[in-house]
């Protein structure tokens, strides 16, 4: 049985693919709205000093997150 992986365990450099979301409501809309939908592309591209943010590349875009927030997207691959 394959472990669940969580976009906040993906090391900076590296990339992988949005599998699901584990929030509802209102967090989950906003997920969605920022393109954390399943079958895109993501890829970790810098934290910050206090290693909370981290900015993914996500569908054209760059987007700041929590790592509280990112432990709710599942992810696969590297």
Partial sequence: MQEIR???QLPVGGGA???GL???GAQRRR???LGFIPGSSVRALQES???DPVAYGIRGA???L???DAH???ISGK
């Fill in 6 to 8: 969580t976009l906040d």
């Fill in 17 to 19: 693919t949005v599998t």
């Fill in 22 to 24: 584990d929030c509802s």
């Fill in 31 to 33: 997920m969605l709205d």
């Fill in 49 to 51: 000093p206090w290693g």
């Fill in 62 to 64: 760059v987007i700041a």
């Fill in 66 to 68: 929590r790592r509280e």
């Fill in 72 to 74: 709710h997207i599942a």
